[in-house]
Nanobody
C-alpha cells in the first residue's frame, strides 16, 4: 500500500501562484509515476500533470502547460506542483495520485491508470 498526503492548497488571487506538495509513504518503491488531477464542482476529475519516478519524464495537460511545473524528489518520496499564472478556471480540489504500472502519453491522463489517491486539497482562485 501507498499513502499519499497533499498540502499547500488555499485561496489566491488571479495571476498568483501556489505550490502543492504530495508526500508518499508505504511501498513507495512500487510507484512508477506520480501525478496530479483536479475536480471542479459538477465536473469530472481531470488530469493536470504527472512525472515518472525513475526517468523523470513529465506530462502536462494542455490547459496548464507553460504555467504549471511538476517535479519529484525520490529521496523524500514527494512530488511538487508549482502553479503560476493561476486563473479562476483552475479552481478545484487537487488530488495526488500514484501509478504502479507504467504510464505513457497514451494513458497518463486516465484516472484508471492510477492505483493510489490522496484525500485532495482545495485550490480557489479569486477573480
Amino acid at each position: 500500500q501507498v499513502q499519499l498526503v497533499e498540502s499547500g492548497g488555499g485561496l489566491v488571487q488571479a495571476g498568483g501562484s501556489l505550490r502543492l506538495s504530495c508526500a508518499a509513504s508505504g511501498r513507495t518503491f512500487s510507484m512508477y509515476a506520480m501525478g496530479w488531477f483536479r475536480q471542479a464542482p459538477g465536473k469530472e476529475r481531470e488530469f493536470v500533470a504527472a512525472v515518472t519516478t525513475t526517468a523523470g519524464t513529465t506530462y502536462y495537460s494542455d490547459s496548464v502547460k507553460g504555467r504549471f511545473t511538476i517535479s519529484g524528489d525520490n529521496a523524500k518520496n514527494t512530488v511538487v506542483l508549482q502553479m503560476n499564472s493561476l486563473n479562476p478556471g483552475d479552481t478545484a480540489v487537487y488530488y495526488c495520485a500514484a501509478a504502479v504500472w507504467a504510464v505513457n502519453s497514451m494513458n497518463v491522463d486516465t484516472t484508471q491508470q492510477y492505483d493510489y489517491w490522496g484525500q485532495g486539497t482545495q485550490v480557489t482562485v479569486a477573480s
